[in-house]
């Protein structure tokens, strides 16, 4: 079997996996696998990029997802007046003074003699300017944050088109990565894995705790869509008159009709990446980073920047995984930093990336589809075999209770065994590297 025949014989196995779930269960939950599948697809290429071209171990993805659910609120939610006029305006100001005091400390660094002179000239400004920029930022994140707790009680953002926080969700993205990568990328590749997972932990926990920015635990809920809603469509009177006359129920079509749009949107951004990513693959530059990844030392006696390279591709990749980020928060329709588990879905887009084919681009999107469909089917599958398998035994039976109950945990279980498998019988994954 040739290498494209069997690419196809894996793709359609994951078409007819989707189109027989719309059959046996509903079409909706099976377009909602799709545009899931789509955005893990994506996380799984940035992360393909990082581990597959250059041999990063990142396990920070979910901090950098959740910059691109922040910058959904940023650039589509219109800004709370009363929050900029209550202490808006001290807080950025704070945030201009911070910036500040590290830019001096860091210009005092460079301009005086190494030193006592320098470290005590360092402690003073770093000291001073952090009792300023508290002073001036508590003062105004209270008053910003008393201003209709119940339904606002943050700035808000700019008002501006949802699709435009996509590209914005990869720049905050790609700007944290550069910050980690200057400081972490020297590391060696367990320490690396442990510095971005602890950034991960604390981006999330900014969002989470400072309710000025993003509400908090409390979430920003209704953010723009860039597709009708459903609700406007079953108003239409041509649009109900095209489903009836299709013998389509209108409230299922438009719920239909509105997760296609989205299907169709993230495909269209998967497509681009995805050809971009492959000519970098294909370009000297990715020959390059492979030659980096198999042997660092060679690549450096050749001449090449090692360091250098490694941050561009972690900027990009993670830049990749802020896009995925922004949007799956805009599919959800709500930003939730409660749900950005690093432990959990950094070990599932890992999964997606082994299986499918470390360092194939191709793999990776594979792997995403496949384990996501995973991901969702196996926990009813799961129960659904387990009522079968206890169907003779008595109500209320200690064993009938016990296999029903751990149903639930199928879903983590099978992850498992799937990598297992993969790893035993194709430890390049299902479509491996050329």
Known sequence: MTDTTRNFVYFGFIAALIIGTGMMTSWNLAITIVNFGLISAIMALGVNLQWGFAGLFNVGIMGFVALGGLATVLISMPPVGEAWAAGGLRVILALILGAATIVGAILAYNALPKGYVRALGMIVILIAGFFIYRGVFDGGVQA??????????????LGLPVLMAWPVGGVLAAGAAWIIGKTALG????????????????????????????RGVKNVVGLPRPAPYEINLQKSE????RVINLGLDPVTASTLWVKTIYAGLFTAVLLILFLLAQRALHSPWGRMMRAIRDNEVAAEAMGKDVTARHLQIFVLGSAICGIAGAMMTTL????T????????FTFLIWVMVIVGGSGNNLGAVLGGFLIWWLWVMVEPIGLWVMQITTSGMAEGFWLREHLLDSAAHM????????????????????????
């Open 144 to 157: 910003v944050e008393a201003v209709n707790p119940a339904n606002a009680g943050y700035l808000g953002g």
């Open 337 to 344: 930093p409660g749900t950005y588990q690093p432990l959990r």
């Open 332 to 335: 959800d329709g709500q930003l």
């Open 411 to 434: 879903r983590l279980l099978t992850m498992g065994v799937v990598l297992l498998l993969v790893l035993r019988f194709s430890p390049r994954g299902l479509i491996p590297e050329r």
């Open 238 to 241: 041509t649009f109900v008159e």
């Open 187 to 214: 590391l060696r590749s367990d320490y690396l894995a442990i510095a971005t997972l602890g950034i991960a932990e604390i981006i999330i926990a900014v969002l989470k705790n400072e309710d000025w920015l993003a």
